[in-house]
């Protein structure tokens, strides 16, 4: 097991299927997010059951665990491959056949790692920890819903949001089939398909994050015009 | 026409090196680049100067001698040639070309434009091998191979193992070599008795020797000289999850 973690293929293995892991995850979020459109009882109701159920709240750990084993070892791998290289090329022109996410997926993580935290701080932290303002309708749900309408009033906040999908879709786009390839499942005529799969599921990701925010951020600024 | 050069110039391996730019005048453009460096080291040795030292052999895109980086890329501009197969005609008059070496930790300048590939034969030896006595050619249709297999396994074999994939990889990866010699030999029946354990040989090895960690990038296959697909990587891949990565590497010996 030592040497299998020792060595970048192990390392990249395990890369790959964190990253598969956190796909996964996003479009179970983006699913619960959709639920805003349907309005505020069902949002909070939809809130309220994913905070309180013991499958769901059982699965946080699991998913912090990927998400930090993720980080940890692609940093690890990105130190290392930048120092397989210590004298670097004067000039480079790249305009040979890889995609500029493919070469910035570091930068691209970590940026999104960035909003993370600020997400994090703006929504699930005080929804689990704080305490937030109650639904009118139940004493105990809390209002999500105002939570987060609050947020996308904000024109900063849905700025760094969307940029923040953008940067996400990139990285996934590059992700997914790049994972596809790590664990093997692919060949010349698939990987094709495969890229176009992770872009298409970068862009539904993407944009249906980015739906939200800005959708309340102009329905606040009609309602308040 | 009239060519500025930025060569990178370095004395030895623990030298530290520095580009130096040389104009040459009169360079034609029915010249191969590498006759434009014959032409330039000319010049130099009439002048008493040292001549820039660069690799080459074969002259004719299959030895995988050359190299260079060229204005930014491996084996200069253009799709699947080698660097002694580039014509000044991708030039014109008063360019300004920049020429690196192979940059990779595992590639040391020797001199010049010239380094040291001797890690990719450590890769080889560590693996890249059949033990299998195969004797003298055989009856071609004794081992009956199907037609798609046979030329996936000569896709592979084209390699002429010239580094410039490692050279074009932002990570600084020797993947799509090992892959192709992984691949020409897992598919064919001759390379499978060490099929288990060569993959996880090789790779092990390009890590001992600081290479880098593929990313999935495909650098390296829009610049390899022979046009080797980075499917070949997903192979080498399967083939590393076959050998159960070298039975979790020994039961973690
Ligand atoms: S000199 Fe032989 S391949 Fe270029």
Redesign the interface.
């Known amino acids: ?4 973690l ?7 293995l395990i890369v790959g299927l964190s990253g598969l892991f956190l796909i996964l995850f996003l479009v179970v979020h983006l699913a619960v997010n959709l639920t805003m459109f349907a309005g505020r009882d069902t949002y909070n109701a939809v809130a309220h059951w994913m905070g309180t159920n013991p499958a769901i709240l059982a699965m946080r750990p699991v998913l912090a665990a990927g998400l930090v084993v993720h980080i940890l070892v692609s940093s690890y ?1 990105a130190w ?2 930048w ?17 500029w996410a ?2 910035h ?1 570091f930068v691209l993580g970590g940026l999104v790692i960035l909003f993370l935290g600020l997400h994090l701080s703006s929504f699930a932290i005080p929804m689990t920890f704080g305490s937030p303002p109650l639904a009118e309708n139940s004493p105990v749900m809390k209002d999500a819903y105002a939570l987060v309408t609050a947020r996308f009033g904000l024109w900063w906040y849905v700025s760094l949001y969307t940029a923040a999908m953008v940067f996400l879709g990139l990285h996934v786009a ?1 992700g997914l ?2 994972a596809i ?8 005529r698939w ?1 094709r398909r495969w890229a176009r799969v992770g872009n298409v599921y970068a862009a539904v990701v993407a944009v249906g994050f980015a739906s939200l925010p800005l959708y309340f951020f102009i329905q606040s600024q009609v309602g308040s015009a | 026409m009239r060519i500025q050069l930025k060569i990178w110039r370095q004395e030895t391996a623990t030298h530290k090196g520095g580009f130096v730019t040389h104009v040459l005048d009169d360079v034609s453009r029915e010249m191969s680049f590498l006759e434009m460096l014959d032409y330039l080291n000319t010049t130099l040795i009439e002048r008493g100067e040292e001549p820039v030292v660069f690799e080459h052999d074969c002259r004719e895109g299959i030895c995988g001698c050359c190299s260079l980086y060229i204005n930014g890329r491996p084996h200069g501009p253009g799709k699947e040639t080698t660097t002694c197969e580039l014509r000044m005609t991708k030039f014109a008059d008063g360019d300004t070309i920049v020429i690196e070496p192979w940059r990779s930790k595992a590639f040391p300048v020797i001199r010049d434009l010239m380094v040291d590939r001797t890690a990719l034969d450590q890769i080889l030896q560590a693996g890249g091998f059949i033990s299998a006595n195969t004797g003298a050619a055989p009856e071609a249709n004794s081992i009956p191979i199907s037609k798609e297999r046979s030329d996936e396994a000569f896709d592979a074999a084209v390699c002429i193992g010239c580094g410039s994939c490692t050279a074009a990889c932002p990570n600084g990866s020797v993947m799509l070599f090992v892959a192709a010699k992984v691949s020409q030999l897992a598919l064919l029946p001759q390379g499978q008795p060490e099929a288990k354990r060569r993959a996880w040989a090789m790779m092990a090895k390009a890590d001992e020797l600081g290479f880098g960690a593929c990313s999935n990038t495909a650098a390296c296959e829009a610049e390899c000289p022979k046009g080797i697909d980075i499917g070949h990587i997903a192979r080498l891949n399967r083939e590393l999850f076959r050998g159960g990565f070298g039975s979790l590497a020994t039961a973690a010996s």
């Not at chain 1, 097991?1 to 299998?4: G, L, P």
């Not at chain 1, 390839?181 to 010349?188: E, H, I, K, M, P």
């Open positions: 097991m030592r040497a299998f020792g060595a970048s293929v192990g390392k990249k791998l290392s491959n120092r397989s290289r210590p004298e670097r090329y004067a000039m480079v022109d790249a305009a040979g056949g890889s995609t493919s070469r997926m590059h089939q790049s390839q790590t664990v093997g499942l692919s060949n010349r990987r």
